[in-house]
């Protein structure tokens, strides 16, 4: 059974940063592209950052870019968000995402 | 990036009743569509992948068709446990990008 289990979000104040993780279970973690994914509260979906299963490759919103970086460890089969220059508006619960699996949400709210 | 427009974008319906929703793709993602349920305060569940694959543990009264540009999710007798928030998803290239959700509500 595919399990994704974030964790490191919380309070923090604006101008300030986070890391996010993401433990995954239940499947090859190297051989599947990984993904963020926010909600603000009331709001839809928002695809934040991703990355290769290799790690090679990451991408991002533009929203974030130069703001948020995605990284893995395909050893601890777990997949990182370092979110810096956090605004107001980043404020959200964020979600680890693969194809066709969601782990259960970790919200970060950002305000002084 | 690729938009996609689901509609519409808010339904009431009744126990019973046959839903359908639809989903179009600004550009052609051959069938790279996901299908996403979503209960107040609850993470995402995939319904649907591939555009018409049925996820596992899914009722089958669920239904997705379409290719290409467009796409429907249909529910062929609404049951009480599916009102809430339905998000197509692409994953054709990145960004992946959603609709802005179809909420299913009781009449």
């Not at chain 2, 990145?94 to 179809?102: A, L, R, V």
């Amino acid at each position: 059974e595919v399990q994704l289990l974030e964790s490191g979000g919380g309070l923090v104040q604006p101008g300030g940063s986070l890391r996010l993780s993401c433990a995954a279970s239940g499947f090859t973690f190297s051989s599947y592209a990984m993904n963020w994914v926010r909600q603000a509260p009331g709001k839809g979906l928002e695809w934040v950052s991703g990355i290769s299963g290799s790690g090679s490759s990451t991408y991002h919103a533009d929203s974030v870019k130069g703001r948020f970086t995605i990284s893995r460890d395909n050893s601890k089969n777990t997949v990182y968000l370092q979110m810096n220059s956090l605004r107001a508006e980043d404020s959200a619960v964020y979600y680890c995402a693969k194809f066709r699996g969601w782990g259960q949400g970790t919200l970060v709210t950002v305000s002084s | 990036d690729i938009q996609l427009t689901q509609s519409p974008s808010f339904l009431s319906a009744s126990v019973g009743d046959r839903v359908t929703i639809t989903c179009r793709a600004s550009q052609g993602i051959s069938s790279l569509l996901l299908w996403n349920q979503q209960k107040p305060g609850k993470a995402p569940k995939v319904l649907i992948y591939a555009a018409s694959t049925l996820e596992s543990g899914v009722p089958s009264r669920f239904s997705g068709s379409g290719s290409g540009t467009e796409f429907t999710l249909t529910i062929s007798s609404l049951q009480s446990e599916d009102f809430a928030t339905y998000y197509c998803q692409q994953l054709n290239s990145y960004p992946w990008t959603f609709g802005q959700g179809t909420k299913v509500e009781i009449k």
